[in-house]
């Protein structure tokens, strides 16, 4: 009988000890099965003017030093995003960069530049494309111009096109 007792006080603390060490793994991401395309934000940086100076040769072999300036407009930020977009789903929908904006506090919303070319320049390498994803995974830089009050609060990346509602929270 004490052999038997031994047994069940070792199955029990085995059972214990897995179900502690389960608690203690690390949570798996969430995704929603019926995304189409997924938006992951790594880092997100507020500039108010890109600089650098970049060390040109001349034709007779001397250098010289470019200063390069970009600015937004007068009262705008810069809001510089690494993402990363996937497609999960396997219909036939494209990703349309109209449809990710960046919301403020206060409802408003803002696209992406137009021309965000000019981030290659100043270091944040690579840009993602600016052209309508397909498949795959793309991953890179992108740029936004943001009213500076905006950039001081609180900010979401608003992702909702058909198939793929996403909302998320961006830190400064």
């Not at 038997?4 to 029990?12: D, E, G, M, Q």
């Not at 608690?23 to 995704?31: D, L, N, V, W």
């Not at 034709?59 to 470019?66: E, H, R």
Request: net charge negative.
């Amino acid at each position: 009988m004490g052999n038997c007792l031994w047994k069940v006080i070792k199955y029990l603390m085995m059972l214990c000890l897995v179900s502690v060490l389960y608690g203690c793994s690390p949570a798996k991401e969430q995704i929603n099965p019926g995304l189409i395309w997924t938006v992951a934000v790594s880092k997100s940086e507020v500039k108010e003017s890109l600089d650098t100076v970049e060390g040109v040769t001349q034709y007779n072999g001397s250098k010289i030093d470019v200063e390069h300036k970009q600015s937004p407009a007068s009262g705008n930020v810069y809001l510089i995003l690494n993402v990363t977009v996937s497609k999960t789903g396997n219909q036939s929908t494209p990703f349309d960069w109209q449809w990710l904006v960046v919301e403020d506090a206060s409802g408003n919303s803002y696209h992406r530049l137009a021309n965000d070319t000019f981030l290659e320049q100043f270091q944040y390498t690579p840009r993602i494309t600016g052209l309508e994803l397909r498949m795959g995974e793309n991953s890179g830089w992108m740029c936004y111009e943001i009213p500076s009050s905006a950039a001081a609060g609180k900010l979401n990346l608003a992702y909702t096109a058909q198939g793929s509602q996403q909302e998320i929270a961006l830190q400064k």
